[in-house]
């Protein structure tokens, strides 16, 4: 029989902390509970669990400090916030910080018992590579057993979630993808109205890029449709489409 996954759920309201842990337990996983961001930290690293539930708005600690201090010790947990906190600038911070989902308050357990588990499978999929070949051109690759990308051999230090998002785009290399599709092969569910975290993901993994590799602008975005990976370097007689700035500030 195999092991259950491990979901840590850090929360401060009550109320919302026993229904969280009631509905993850119903589903077959193995809970740990944590009141304030200390005591989730302290679970976090005696535990290793293989997924966090996080609130923001945290005593002692709190979920922006949290997450910021997981990631310098594990770039691969997923994080799935749950906020109250709904403005456009909490979403994209709490993203550019290294959580991989964020969802707000007052939510469905429905829909967060299937993020979890759409996360817990995309990480099953890191540990099973097999079927998914390597992309590479002469100064990049991108290799699906290691989980991350190479830029003249030397890795350019992708998170998961951005590898997913990097992988994608490169498999339909020159075709534009649109926002929705690639959330959906990502995240592994639909994209909800105003959603921010394909543009956001897509810009750390620029930035990666253009760090590693800067003479080479791999990912153009497409106007109303979504974005496209080039796997050569633009010439000056190529045509690149219609662009649009990155959306993300």
Same mark, same amino acid.
């Given at each position: 029989m195999a092991t259950a996954h491990t979901v840590l759920v850090v929360e401060d309201d009550e109320t919302i902390l026993e229904s969280v842990v009631y509905q993850l337990t119903r589903a077959g996983y193995r809970v740990l509970r944590a009141t304030d961001g200390a005591q989730g930290l302290r679970l976090f690293q005696s535990q290793r669990p293989d997924l966090?539930?996080?609130?923001?708005? $945290?005593? *002692?600690?709190?979920?922006?400090?949290?997450?910021?201090?997981?990631?310098?010790e594990d770039p691969r947990v997923p994080i799935i916030v749950c906020s109250a906190r709904t403005s456009e600038y909490d979403r994209v911070h709490g993203l550019e910080l290294g959580a991989d989902d964020f969802v707000t308050?007052?939510?469905?357990?429905?829909?967060?018992?299937?993020?979890?588990? *759409?996360?817990?499978?995309r990480a099953e999929l890191h540990r099973q590579p097999a079927g998914r070949a390597v992309i590479e051109t002469d100064d990049l690759r991108i290799d699906p057993e290691q989980v991350q990308a190479y830029g003249n051999g030397a890795s350019i230090g992708l998170t998961p979630r951005e590898f997913e998002v $990097?992988?994608? $785009?490169?498999?339909? *290399?020159?075709?534009?993808?649109?926002?929705?599709?690639?959330?959906?092969?990502?995240?592994?569910?639909?994209?909800?109205?105003?959603?921010?975290?394909?543009?956001?993901?897509?810009?750390?993994?620029?930035?990666?890029?253009?760090?590693?590799?800067?003479?080479?602008?791999?990912?153009?975005?497409?106007?109303?449709?979504?974005?496209?990976?080039?796997?050569?370097p633009l010439t000056d007689g190529d045509e690149m489409g219609t662009l649009e700035p990155d959306p993300v500030p």
């Open positions: 966090i539930v996080l609130d923001l708005m $945290l005593p *002692a600690i709190d979920g922006w400090r949290f997450t910021e201090q997981v990631r310098a308050k007052p939510f469905s357990m429905k829909e967060l018992l299937a993020r979890v588990s *759409a996360h817990l499978r $990097l992988y994608s $785009l490169a498999r339909s *290399a020159g075709k534009p993808i649109a926002r929705h599709r690639l959330y959906r092969e990502v995240w592994g569910y639909e994209m909800l109205a105003g959603d921010r975290s394909v543009d956001v993901f897509v810009r750390k993994v620029r930035q990666k890029l253009a760090k590693a590799l800067p003479d080479h602008p791999y990912i153009q975005t497409h106007y109303g449709v979504g974005y496209r990976f080039d796997l050569e």
